[in-house]
Structure formats: structure tokens, C-alpha cells
């Protein structure tokens, strides 16, 4: 009983930390129809950025709660700048080539930005651990557990509404929803595509960076953190169907419960169990839970 | 007429000759140039895999799987079962990486497009997976040293490679140049066409596939033979993406361009990682950035346009 609730914690946990990153990436592929593999280096210029504000901001004589807008604002830093630089000067001249080309343009970017953060940043490891310190331990159906996954998943919670209301109950969100449905025709209806397209990469890239900052505190932040998260994220996108924000939160709990389930039973099986669900789903539902239909060219 | 028979005759002594000097090479150049250019070749032979399925409009993020596959399988009937005849080792890479690729190709058939590319690249993960946590098969994280003896010198795997790599090239011209290298250039463009023509677009695939996981497989083994260590690495996803990189890096529209494009790859990785060991990745993301906004047929398309100014300066020659 014990192991169920500790495997369904850690699910939970693990699921709400791989939902900003993969909200992200599907909402983008939504909207521009690109697979971003640049999100990884997202996740981890937002780790970085919100490792490297949070401990100076430490450093001060400043209430330690305040860590936490702190990292919302790395991560909106990140976004504002990072977000509009890649969409603007690459991506924006490569939306009717085959694709190969925007995969392999967001993977160049990707290996780019991997080593401007070692420019920036350096190679050394970084530690912030004050903010998950600060969430203390939690008492659960008879279970010592941390604090900080539980802030987690209701960030994770505040994510998916907001990111729900803006594309369904903003004007933003109805113009975003018509790009998703068809471009040209939005175009045709006076709608600004193009910024469409920048507002909603922005956006994505806000909650994989917001992803980042808020995991800086349970790891140490070094080079190549980007790499493992953007593999496990296409898993989730993959299982969950891409341009699903919804579909997305299912891969995510799917994907978490199952690792973590395999971790406290068989710990051999952590990642296999991961793909083996990705590839099991995607031979039941070639387009993944919520992959929408294609149009095929006669 | 006569005028492209002599051009088509200078390619051919081009070619010969680019092969002469690879044959020759050791002779006069150092030892790690004729390594680089060894792994470069073994890689190509991956990539061209990459591109034949690439020219089908598929994109395999997954060659990692028969490459890995392949590298192991040699590993494994080295050590394990001692086996040192190359007769029997690179068979048995072809086998590893065709037999998986004979496997995975039933269900990614049914695949297109950016589905296609997740799923194959969710079996190069599994098996990364399988390497990476099975170590006392597989030896883990630090992968497996392989013990050569000793007469199997270096030279005699470069040798081994170049000869292989030639024969692949021969016999990728052939596939290109086949029904059903045609019907797959035919399936990019349009597939429902394909069909009503009576061909199986799902046939082709398929076959096209495995062919392709037999080179993945036969590089790998190559590969293994020539470094003398294998890892889980070789299956992770940036091994799979950078099989793409060279693939676009070299072009798709020539059966030479992949291992021109290879070992350009390789050239560079080393040179950038010996004078900036900090942003050789950068390096390569840039030299990436620049093909595909200023080259986008590759590198082969610089061979195409030299091709142009001979011809055209062999008209001027003639006024």
C-alpha cells in the first residue's frame, strides 16, 4: 500500500515537471507545425537563468520566499528574448520546406544554444537548493514526503488553466485556435499570422523555461540537462498526440506513474518503460491519444 | 553528344582517382587522418541508409538502432564468443542491423512523416535503454572495450572499410538507380498515385527499409572494428540526429554525397572539438544553420556547380 501511494507521489510529481516542458513543445508544434528540438535548451537556459538570478538574489538580505517570483522571472526573461530570436530570424524562413529541414534547423539551434550556456554560465555545476529547502516535508496518508514536487504539480495546474483560457477565452487564443486550423485562410480573414506565430513560440517557450527554473532547485544544473529532457518530452508529445495541450497532460501522467512505478519495482525498466509505452500507444493509435487527422494529398 | 561522353568519361577518372588516393593513402598521410577517414567512410555508410529512405521523404531519427545493433553484435561475438574472423563478423553486423530493421520496419511501414521519425527514434531509445541498464550483457554505461588481437592492425580495418565502402556505394548506385529506387522517389511526392499505378507503397517502404538497416548495421560493425569500443551512446537520440545532419550536410542527390559528407563531418567534429573543446558543438550547429540557409542541396551541390563552370569553360574553349 505504502509503495502504491509513494509510486503515485513520485508519478505525479515527475508527470506535473514533464508537463511544462511538454505543453510546450506540442503548442508549438500545434501552431507552427514544427517539432522543436531547441526546447531542450529552452528548459535549460530557464534552469540556468533561474539557478543564477535565485542565488544572487540569495545572496542579498531578502525574504527567501521571494526565490520563487524570481524564478518566474528568469523564465520570462529567457522567453522574451530566446523566444522571439529563434522564431523571428530562423524558423519564420523555413515554415514551407520539407520536414527534415525545420527538425534539423531546431537541432542546430539546439547544439548552438548548448554551448552558449557553457559560454555564459561555464562548465561547473550549479546548486540552488534554498526554494526546495523552503517547502519543508509534507506528512501524507502516513508518508513523510518533500514539499517542493507538490508546489510543482500546482504550478503545473496553473499552467494547463492558463494556457487553456488564453486559447479558448482570449481573442489571442480564438486568432491562435483559427492559425491551428488553417493558415492561409486565417491569413485571408486579416488575421496577423506571422505574430500569431512569434506570440505562440514565445508562449511556448515561457513554459518550458518556467520548467527549467523550477527545476533548478532539485538538481544540480549543469551541461547537458537539455539533452535527456527533450528525448523524454517527444515521448509524452508522442504518446498524447502533437498539437494536444490535453493529450499532453495524459502522456505526461501515463508516462510518470509508469516510470516511477518501474523505479520503486524493477529499477532496470526506468527508461525502457517510458519508450515501450510511447511505441505500445503509437502502434494502438497511430497519431498518438489526441492526434488530430491529416489531410492527404491525392 | 561527344562533348558529354568526354565529360562523363572525366568524372569516372575523377572518381578512380579519388579511389586510387584513398587506396594509397596510408602511405603518405598520418595515422589519425587515415582513421578519421575511416570512421568517416563507416558512418557515410549509415547516412547513405539515412538518405535512401530521405529520398522517400522519410525521416529516420532512429538509425542509431541498426548502428548500435551492429556495433554490438560484433562486440558481443568478440568477447564473448571469441569469434575473430572478419569473414564472420561483418555478416553477422549485417545481419544484426538488417534482421532489426526487418523487424521494426513491419509496424514504422505504416508511418509518415514527423510520426515516422518519433517512432523509429522511440526504437533507437529502447535499445539505448537495453545497452545502458543491462551491463551484465551489454557492460553498461562504460559499453565494452573489444579485444583485437594483434595481427588485425589498423591498416587492415581501414582497408576493410574502404573496400566495403566501395562495394556499398556500387551497390546503392544500383538500388537508386532500381524499380525501386524510382518508386520511392515516386512515394516523396505523391503516394495515392503510387498506388493506382498498382505498386505497394507499403512494399516499398518496407524494403527500402531493411535494406537501409543492413548498411546501418554494416556501418556500426565497421565502426566497432575501427575504435575497438563500443557504448550505449551510439543508439542515443544526438547519434541518431547527427546520421540526419550529415545526410543533409552532404546532399541526397547523389549516392557519393553522403560519404563526402561524412567525412567532412568527421574532419570538422575533430578540428573544432582540438581548438575549442568548449564550443565544438556550436561549431557544428553554425556550419548546420549555414547549410541549410545557403545550401540546401549540400555539399554534393558545390561538386554540381564545379561541374557547370568545366562545361562552361569548356564552350568558351571551343568559340
Known amino acids: 500500500m505504502e509503495t502504491v501511494v509513494i509510486i503515485l507521489f513520485d508519478g505525479i510529481g515527475f508527470a506535473s515537471w514533464l508537463f511544462m516542458i511538454s505543453a510546450g513543445i506540442t503548442f508549438i508544434f500545434g501552431v507552427l507545425r514544427i517539432l522543436n528540438v531547441a526546447h531542450g535548451s529552452i528548459f535549460a537556459l530557464g534552469a540556468y537563468m533561474g539557478a543564477w538570478l535565485a542565488a544572487w538574489f540569495l545572496g542579498g538580505h531578502y525574504p527567501a520566499w521571494l526565490s520563487f517570483p524570481i524564478l518566474i522571472v528568469a523564465a520570462l526573461l529567457v522567453a522574451v528574448t530566446i523566444g522571439p530570436l529563434i522564431e523571428r530570424v530562423f524558423l519564420k524562413r523555413i515554415y514551407q520546406e520539407e520536414e527534415v529541414i525545420p527538425l534539423l534547423t531546431t537541432f542546430a539551434l539546439f547544439l548552438v544554444l548548448e554551448d552558449v550556456i557553457k559560454l555564459v554560465w561555464g562548465i561547473e555545476p550549479r546548486f540552488v537548493d534554498k526554494p526546495f529547502s523552503l517547502m519543508g516535508q509534507v506528512r501524507l496518508m502516513g508518508i513523510s514526503y518533500a514539499g517542493y514536487p507538490f508546489l510543482l504539480t500546482g504550478i503545473a495546474f496553473l499552467c494547463a488553466l492558463l494556457l487553456w483560457l488564453v486559447i479558448n477565452r482570449t481573442w489571442f487564443g480564438r486568432q491562435v485556435r483559427s492559425v491551428i486550423g488553417d493558415r492561409e485562410i486565417s491569413s485571408a480573414m486579416g488575421i496577423n499570422v506571422p505574430r500569431i506565430d512569434t506570440f505562440a ?37 508522442g504518446i498524447g498526440g502533437l498539437g494536444s495541450v490535453g493529450g499532453a497532460a495524459l502522456g505526461c501522467l501515463l508516462v510518470g506513474v509508469a516510470r516511477a512505478a518501474a523505479v520503486h519495482l524493477y529499477p532496470e525498466l526506468e527508461l525502457f518503460v517510458i519508450y515501450a509505452l510511447m511505441i505500445f500507444v503509437l502502434i494502438l493509435r497511430p497519431k498518438g491519444f489526441f492526434g488530430g487527422i491529416e489531410v492527404r494529398r491525392i | 553528344m561527344r562533348r558529354l561522353e568526354r565529360f562523363k ?45 530521405l529520398r522517400g521523404g522519410l525521416i529516420s ?235 540546401p542541396q549540400g555539399l554534393w551541390s558545390l561538386t554540381e556547380a564545379i561541374e557547370r563552370k568545366v562545361i562552361q569553360w569548356q564552350l568558351s574553349l571551343k568559340q
Open chain 2, 9 to 53: 568519361l572525366g568524372y569516372r577518372v575523377a572518381i578512380l582517382v579519388g579511389a586510387l588516393l584513398l587506396m594509397t593513402a596510408p602511405l603518405f598521410l598520418s595515422n589519425w587522418i587515415i582513421f578519421v577517414v575511416a570512421i568517416g567512410c563507416a558512418k557515410g555508410i549509415v547516412v547513405l541508409g539515412v538518405v535512401l529512405l
Open chain 1, 201 to 237: 513560440f514565445i508562449l511556448g517557450s515561457f513554459l518550458a523555461a518556467l520548467g527549467g527554473a523550477f527545476t533548478a532547485p532539485m538538481i544540480s544544473v549543469e551541461p547537458g540537462i537539455g539533452i535527456d529532457v527533450i528525448v523524454l518530452a517527444f515521448a509524452v508529445v
Open chain 2, 61 to 295: 531519427l532512429g538509425h542509431g538502432l541498426y548502428y548500435a545493433a551492429g556495433a554490438y553484435a560484433v562486440a558481443i561475438a568478440l568477447n564473448r564468443w571469441n569469434i575473430r574472423a572478419t569473414l564472420f563478423l561483418i555478416p553477422l553486423s549485417l545481419l544484426a542491423g538488417g534482421g532489426m530493421a526487418a523487424l521494426t520496419g513491419l509496424l514504422l511501414r505504416r508511418y509518415r512523416g514527423i510520426f515516422f521519425a518519433m517512432l523509429s527514434l522511440a526504437f533507437s531509445m529502447i535499445l539505448y535503454t537495453v545497452l545502458f541498464k543491462f551491463y551484465d550483457v551489454t557492460g553498461g554505461t562504460d559499453g565494452m572495450r573489444i579485444h583485437l588481437t594483434k595481427e588485425s592492425s589498423s591498416l587492415f580495418h581501414y582497408y576493410l572499410t574502404l573496400i566495403l565502402t566501395m562495394g556499398v556505394i556500387y551497390l546503392g548506385r544500383r538500388f537508386i538507380m532500381s524499380r525501386l529506387g524510382y518508386m520511392m522517389q515516386a512515394v516523396r511526392y505523391n503516394e495515392i498515385r503510387v498506388e493506382y499505378m498498382g505498386a505497394s507503397v507499403s512494399k516499398v517502404i518496407y524494403f527500402s527499409y531493411v535494406f537501409s538497416g543492413f548498411l546501418g548495421g554494416l556501418g556500426g560493425g565497421l565502426v566497432a572494428l575501427n575504435v575497438g569500443h563500443v557504448a550505449p551512446e551510439l543508439a542515443y537520440w544526438t547519434a541518431c540526429a547527427d546520421f540526419v545532419f550529415v545526410a543533409v550536410l552532404g546532399g541526397a542527390t547523389h549516392v557519393l554525397a553522403p560519404f563526402l559528407g561524412s567525412i567532412v563531418f568527421e574532419f570538422v567534429k575533430n578540428y573544432a572539438f582540438k581548438f575549442s573543446p568548449n564550443t565544438w558543438q556550436m561549431t557544428l550547429g553554425g556550419i548546420l544553420l549555414v547549410i541549410i540557409f545557403f545550401l
